[in-house]
């Protein structure tokens, strides 16, 4: 069922993941470009922040676009909208211009993302649904390292780096159109309020948004620990590399595992490893003795770079498990709510940066451990009640009718044998 649902999603899964080829390619390399012509820190912030901003309001706008003309068009749409607003990065140096084209590129990506994301929901069976998700994310995580190596590559030409991906993001759209699996039916569906997601996976929303700060705050404590310490650029580049190949190594194990158990335990299995191994960074402090020559440091190097693998391996899944949790049932909607928990997680990618920002001068150099620390254990704990107040709802039922007990009951998978949508 597995190899059967990847094939009828191939072109999808390899469309989006061109996308976010484009997309982290444009985040790393214009801030480069903006350095390069003289501009400022403050500059590059304020292009970045449009970037966010842009994101934010195409997930607010999302649903109604793709409902209206359907997921191929939006995806055609956003992906060719896309294409033209990098191509017009070539005409100006404008920071001014580049903030406006940001700000409409980021609410492009979202409708981009959102439409993907919704169809994959949509198209996936509950029993696979983890290990496609988690096979989704492998190739976008794939290409995410890639855009790194093509940036490497074309750094010195910026202008032709712009063509290419212009045409990586209409090869995009080809792919598309190309794709074996049917698009979901349109149909005026009725509109999903927050509170109603809320109420009926408050532990997917939680997630959705503590990954996305956990995620931002992890990119930002390693480098700026390293940068402290007085590490090479070669051995940093070393070490963040080691957080993506733990995503790619745990991305499917997690997915498999999430259909097979309560993905609430996975939620807190994995939050819970986050805050200890956070702890442990914040008590340790690996990086006091760090000394500039690489092979008096190699034993430290060597057990940072294994505990940055489980750290990346164990933050990077949490939004798919997270999004596989709230599609348990299926939405009457799945449009908006993927678009929502892609709004959460974009939310709170916005907010660990800005948290740490406004925190630094109270909690001093140890504001992302700690920030880190409060998101991951506080996810931790919520999910822990939840898998508690659902327990204790089984135990009052079981004690009325011994046929409801789930200890007298054979093992089902993970969707057949939930709480109620208010226990979840």
């Given at each position: 069922m597995v190899k059967a649902s990847l094939v009828s999603l191939f072109a999808i899964i390899l469309a989006s993941a061109l996308a976010q080829l484009a997309s982290t390619a444009l985040l790393t390399s214009l801030p480069l470009q903006i350095s390069s012509i003289g501009g400022s820190a403050s500059q590059a912030g304020l292009v970045a922040g449009a970037y966010s901003l842009g994101f934010m309001v195409g997930c607010m706008r999302g649903?109604?676009?793709i409902n209206r003309i359907g997921h191929i068009r939006a995806f055609a749409g956003a992906a060719g909208l896309t294409a033209l607003l990098v191509l017009l990065f070539k005409n100006t140096e404008s920071?001014?211009?580049?903030?406006?084209?940001?700000?409409?590129?980021?609410?492009?990506?979202?409708?981009?993302f959102a439409t993907a994301d919704a169809w994959l929901n949509e198209?996936?069976?509950?029993?696979?649904?983890g290990r496609i998700l988690s096979a989704n994310s492998i190739v976008i995580g794939a290409m995410a390292i890639l855009s790194q190596i093509f940036i490497a590559k074309f750094t010195q030409v910026p202008l032709q780096m712009l063509e290419l991906l212009a045409t990586v993001l209409l090869a995009a759209v080809v792919l598309l159109c190309m794709t074996r699996s049917v698009p979901p039916r349109i149909c005026k569906a009725s509109r999903i309020k927050f509170k109603e997601i809320w109420d009926r996976s408050p532990v997917a929303v939680l997630g959705a948004f503590a990954s996305g700060a956990i995620v931002t705050s992890l990119l930002t404590i390693v480098p700026y620990s390293l940068?402290?310490?007085g590490v090479g650029n070669s051995t940093t580049a070393l070490i963040i590399a080691m957080i993506y190949v733990g995503r790619l190594m745990f991305q499917w194990p997690f997915g498999s595992l999430a259909d097979r158990i309560d993905r609430k335990w996975l939620i807190l299995g994995s939050s819970?490893?986050?805050?200890?191994?956070?702890?442990?960074?914040?008590?340790?402090?690996?990086?006091?003795?760090?000394?500039?020559?690489?092979?008096?440091?190699y034993h430290l190097l060597s057990i940072l770079g294994l505990l940055l693998v489980v750290l990346g391996g164990?933050?990077?899944?949490?939004?798919?498990?997270?999004?596989?949790?709230?599609?348990?049932?299926k939405p009457?909607?799945?449009?908006a709510l993927s678009t929502y928990l892609l709004f959460i997680w974009a939310a709170g990618s916005v907010v660990g940066p800005t948290l740490i920002s406004i925190l630094a001068p109270v909690l001093g150099s140890r504001t992302p451990e700690l920030i880190m620390i409060g998101l991951s254990g506080s996810l931790a704990l919520f999910t822990a009640y939840r898998l508690n107040m659902a327990r204790l709802f089984f135990a009052r039922r079981s004690t009325r009718n011994p046929l409801?007990?789930?200890?007298?009951m054979p093992y089902v998978s993970n969707h057949h044998a939930q709480a109620p949508d208010k226990y979840e």
């Amino acid at each position: 069922m597995v190899k059967a649902s990847l094939v009828s999603l191939f072109a999808i899964i390899l469309a989006s993941a061109l996308a976010q080829l484009a997309s982290t390619a444009l985040l790393t390399s214009l801030p480069l470009q903006i350095s390069s012509i003289g501009g400022s820190a403050s500059q590059a912030g304020l292009v970045a922040g449009a970037y966010s901003l842009g994101f934010m309001v195409g997930c607010m706008r999302g649903v109604g676009i793709i409902n209206r003309i359907g997921h191929i068009r939006a995806f055609a749409g956003a992906a060719g909208l896309t294409a033209l607003l990098v191509l017009l990065f070539k005409n100006t140096e404008s920071i001014i211009f580049w903030t406006v084209l940001r700000f409409f590129m980021g609410a492009a990506f979202a409708v981009l993302f959102a439409t993907a994301d919704a169809w994959l929901n949509e198209s996936i069976k509950d029993e696979v649904r983890g290990r496609i998700l988690s096979a989704n994310s492998i190739v976008i995580g794939a290409m995410a390292i890639l855009s790194q190596i093509f940036i490497a590559k074309f750094t010195q030409v910026p202008l032709q780096m712009l063509e290419l991906l212009a045409t990586v993001l209409l090869a995009a759209v080809v792919l598309l159109c190309m794709t074996r699996s049917v698009p979901p039916r349109i149909c005026k569906a009725s509109r999903i309020k927050f509170k109603e997601i809320w109420d009926r996976s408050p532990v997917a929303v939680l997630g959705a948004f503590a990954s996305g700060a956990i995620v931002t705050s992890l990119l930002t404590i390693v480098p700026y620990s390293l940068s402290k310490a007085g590490v090479g650029n070669s051995t940093t580049a070393l070490i963040i590399a080691m957080i993506y190949v733990g995503r790619l190594m745990f991305q499917w194990p997690f997915g498999s595992l999430a259909d097979r158990i309560d993905r609430k335990w996975l939620i807190l299995g994995s939050s819970a490893l986050i805050t200890l191994i956070m702890v442990t960074f914040l008590i340790a402090d690996p990086f006091t003795d760090w000394n500039s020559a690489f092979l008096r440091n190699y034993h430290l190097l060597s057990i940072l770079g294994l505990l940055l693998v489980v750290l990346g391996g164990l933050s990077f899944p949490l939004q798919s498990i997270c999004v596989a949790h709230a599609f348990e049932r299926k939405p009457e909607n799945s449009v908006a709510l993927s678009t929502y928990l892609l709004f959460i997680w974009a939310a709170g990618s916005v907010v660990g940066p800005t948290l740490i920002s406004i925190l630094a001068p109270v909690l001093g150099s140890r504001t992302p451990e700690l920030i880190m620390i409060g998101l991951s254990g506080s996810l931790a704990l919520f999910t822990a009640y939840r898998l508690n107040m659902a327990r204790l709802f089984f135990a009052r039922r079981s004690t009325r009718n011994p046929l409801l007990n789930i200890s007298n009951m054979p093992y089902v998978s993970n969707h057949h044998a939930q709480a109620p949508d208010k226990y979840e």
